[in-house]
């Protein structure tokens, strides 16, 4: 196999504390991947005024997909890796493995995947003044009314497009069968506001479904997003795949990773067509910036993701297994899961178990 290569990004605040250790811990494993570091963010800022130079466009381009730490917004690369690969599809999974602190009472067989639409919804970010929306002349289907473009206030617009859903459906699919053939339940679970926001996440909600049914061996649901919101509190052990609008997806993936421990045990990954970046759900941590006590589970993960992806199926389930093994043991814990060991100590007990 030719080398891999892959741009790190390292990311803002407490980032680099958990980003470092989790490519020591690739290298560690020989697989020969090439790794390349570019400044972006505020070390960027500092270097060149800019925090996302051409030279970190070109790192990005030049690899096989990013690894990418946390960051505080969209300016330090995430948005190039966004629109600029067009990785539509953001898989986040939420399992839990003894020894994650959960706060609910039975946690056990929870594994299911969120998967966020990345680029669409109300990203990125389209809003302005409403009267620039006079010449629309919108009209509300609840109460048959023009919207009054004298207000003062702002608008977003918010789009749903065919291609995209179906790009998105079609992943989510693809996932549920990949899941179905080593044990899993086989199952798409669409959720969004398909009951009021009826043309747009209506329209989400109906490629879903249409995509769902091409697939006999797998089953279909959908749940409204308020629904969907106790659901995964009451019962998460009844969903597989769960394919949901980008601000959602943004919003319940969060939550889902809160029911197994908590964000420093949630990674993701996003895909496009030729393109993909791996990342922790969770933000930058500034309050722990420093401390050497950061989780750095979620990046881990994340990375394993990445191996799968690169090719490196053994390894990605070697790293898992080692990841697990370090919770099943409970010795070598970060604080947020009830331990007292420091970043460093969880990645050397990673390392030992590989
Ligand atoms: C995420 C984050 C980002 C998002 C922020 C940092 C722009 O919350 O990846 O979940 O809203 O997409
Ligand atoms: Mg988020």
Redo the contacts with the bound molecule.
């Keep these: 196999m030719a080398k891999k290569k892959v741009c790190v990004i390292k990311g803002d605040d407490s980032s680099p504390e958990f980003v470092i250790p989790t490519v020591e811990l690739l290298e560690g494993m020989g697989l020969g991947i090439e790794f390349s570091w570019p400044a972006t963010s505020e070390e960027a800022i500092k270097k060149f005024g800019n925090p996302f130079p051409p030279e970190a466009k070109k790192a990005i381009d030049e690899a096989d997909c990013t690894l990418f730490g946390s960051?505080?917004?969209?300016a330090g690369g995430?948005g190039y890796l966004r629109w600029g690969k067009m990785t539509y599809a953001n898989f986040r999974p939420v399992k839990w493995v003894k020894g994650m602190r959960s706060p609910l009472k039975r946690p056990e067989g929870i594994d299911f995947v969120v998967i966020r639409e990345n680029l669409e919804g109300l990203?990125p970010g389209r809003e302005g003044d409403i009267e620039r929306l006079a010449p629309l002349k919108l009209t509300d289907w609840v109460t048959g009314q023009v919207l009054d473009t004298s207000m003062k206030g702002k608008f977003a617009v918010r789009v749903i497009t065919e291609e995209n859903t179906r790009n998105i459906a079609k992943a989510a699919c693809d996932l549920a069968m990949k899941r179905k053939k080593k044990g899993g339940k086989g199952k798409i679970t669409v959720s969004s506001k398909y009951n009021v926001l009826l043309q747009s996440d209506g329209l989400f909600r109906q490629i879903v479904e249409e995509t769902a049914r091409k697939y006999p061996e797998l089953t279909f649901e959908q749940q409204v997003i308020d629904n969907f919101c106790q659901q995964m509190i009451l019962n998460p052990q009844q969903f597989d795949v769960v394919v949901m609008p980008n601000e959602h997806g943004?919003v319940m993936?969060d939550g889902a990773g809160a029911l197994v421990g908590g964000l420093g045990l949630a990674p993701s990954a996003c895909f496009g067509k030729d393109y993909a970046y791996f990342?922790p759900?969770h933000?930058t941590a500034p309050d722990l910036v420093g401390k050497n006590t950061v989780n750095p589970t979620a990046m881990i993960l994340s990375a394993k993701m990445m191996l799968e992806y690169l090719g490196f199926e053994e390894a990605a389930q070697r790293l898992e297994k080692a990841v697990y093994g370090v919770y099943g043991e409970g010795k070598y814990l970060t604080p947020d899961q009830g331990g007292s060991s420091s970043t460093t100590q969880f990645c050397k007990a990673v390392r030992e178990k590989l």
């Design positions: 960051t505080r917004g969209m995430l990203y943004d993936a990342e759900t933000g």
